[in-house]
C-alpha cells in the first residue's frame, strides 16, 4: 500500500508532466505566430496566444520584432524545459534513500534553468525595452521584471545544497558503521 506520501508525489509527477507539455505547445504556438506573421501576418494576429503588444511591433521594425518573438520563445522553451526536469527528478526521487547525487544534480540543474529564466525574462528583456524605445519610440509596458524567478532559484539552490550536505553526512555515517 502505497504511502500519503508517495500519492502526493504521484500526483506531482503528473501535475509536472502537464507543466512541460502545456509549456511546450506555448513555445510552439508561438513559434507558429512567429513564422506565420512573416507569411501570413494577418491570420497571425488571430493564432493562439498571440502577444499583441509584440505583434504590433512588426509594423515598426521585424528585427525588434524577431528578437522579441525570440526571447519569449526562449523562457517558454525554458519553462518546458524546466518542467521536465521537474518530472525526471520526481521519477528518480526514492523515499528510501532521497539523498542521492542524481537528485541533487538535478535540483541544482533546475536552480540554473530558473535562474536563465530571469536572466531572459528581465535582464534581455529590458535590455531589448531600451533598444526598442530608442530605435522605434515603442514603449513596451514594463510589467515583466521577472524577480520570482530569481527567488524561485535561490530556493531550489539551497534545497540543492541541503540535498548535498544530507548526502555527504550518509557517506560519514557509511564510512563510520
Same mark, same amino acid.
Given at each position: 500500500m502505497k504511502t500519503k506520501t508517495e500519492k502526493i508525489l504521484m500526483i506531482l509527477k503528473f501535475l509536472a508532466l502537464l507543466g512541460g507539455i502545456w509549456y511546450s505547445i506555448l513555445c510552439g504556438s508561438q513559434l507558429t505566430t512567429l513564422v506565420?506573421? %512573416?507569411? #501570413?501576418?494577418?491570420?497571425?494576429?488571430?493564432?493562439? !496566444? =498571440? #502577444? @499583441?503588444?509584440i505583434f504590433n511591433i512588426r509594423e515598426k521594425s521585424t528585427s525588434f520584432y524577431a528578437y522579441a518573438m525570440c526571447l519569449t520563445i526562449a523562457v517558454s522553451a525554458l519553462k518546458a524545459f524546466i518542467w521536465y526536469v521537474v518530472f525526471e527528478l520526481l521519477s528518480k526521487l $526514492?523515499?528510501?534513500?532521497?539523498?542521492?547525487? !542524481? =537528485?541533487?544534480?538535478? %535540483?541544482? $540543474?533546475?536552480?540554473?534553468?530558473? @535562474?536563465? =529564466?530571469?536572466? =531572459?525574462?528581465?535582464?534581455?528583456?529590458k535590455i531589448y525595452a531600451y533598444y526598442l524605445s530608442q530605435a522605434t519610440g515603442i514603449q513596451l509596458p514594463a510589467n515583466n521584471t521577472g524577480y520570482e524567478y530569481l527567488f524561485m532559484a535561490g530556493i531550489v539552490y539551497i534545497i540543492s545544497q541541503i540535498f548535498k550536505r544530507g548526502i555527504e553526512i550518509e557517506e560519514e555515517n557509511q564510512l563510520t558503521v
Amino acid at each position: 500500500m502505497k504511502t500519503k506520501t508517495e500519492k502526493i508525489l504521484m500526483i506531482l509527477k503528473f501535475l509536472a508532466l502537464l507543466g512541460g507539455i502545456w509549456y511546450s505547445i506555448l513555445c510552439g504556438s508561438q513559434l507558429t505566430t512567429l513564422v506565420a506573421s %512573416f507569411i #501570413n501576418p494577418e491570420w497571425a494576429k488571430r493564432t493562439y !496566444e =498571440v #502577444n @499583441l503588444d509584440i505583434f504590433n511591433i512588426r509594423e515598426k521594425s521585424t528585427s525588434f520584432y524577431a528578437y522579441a518573438m525570440c526571447l519569449t520563445i526562449a523562457v517558454s522553451a525554458l519553462k518546458a524545459f524546466i518542467w521536465y526536469v521537474v518530472f525526471e527528478l520526481l521519477s528518480k526521487l $526514492k523515499l528510501q534513500t532521497p539523498f542521492s547525487m !542524481e =537528485v541533487e544534480k538535478k %535540483f541544482e $540543474k533546475i536552480a540554473y534553468l530558473l @535562474l536563465g =529564466v530571469w536572466i =531572459v525574462s528581465a535582464i534581455f528583456w529590458k535590455i531589448y525595452a531600451y533598444y526598442l524605445s530608442q530605435a522605434t519610440g515603442i514603449q513596451l509596458p514594463a510589467n515583466n521584471t521577472g524577480y520570482e524567478y530569481l527567488f524561485m532559484a535561490g530556493i531550489v539552490y539551497i534545497i540543492s545544497q541541503i540535498f548535498k550536505r544530507g548526502i555527504e553526512i550518509e557517506e560519514e555515517n557509511q564510512l563510520t558503521v
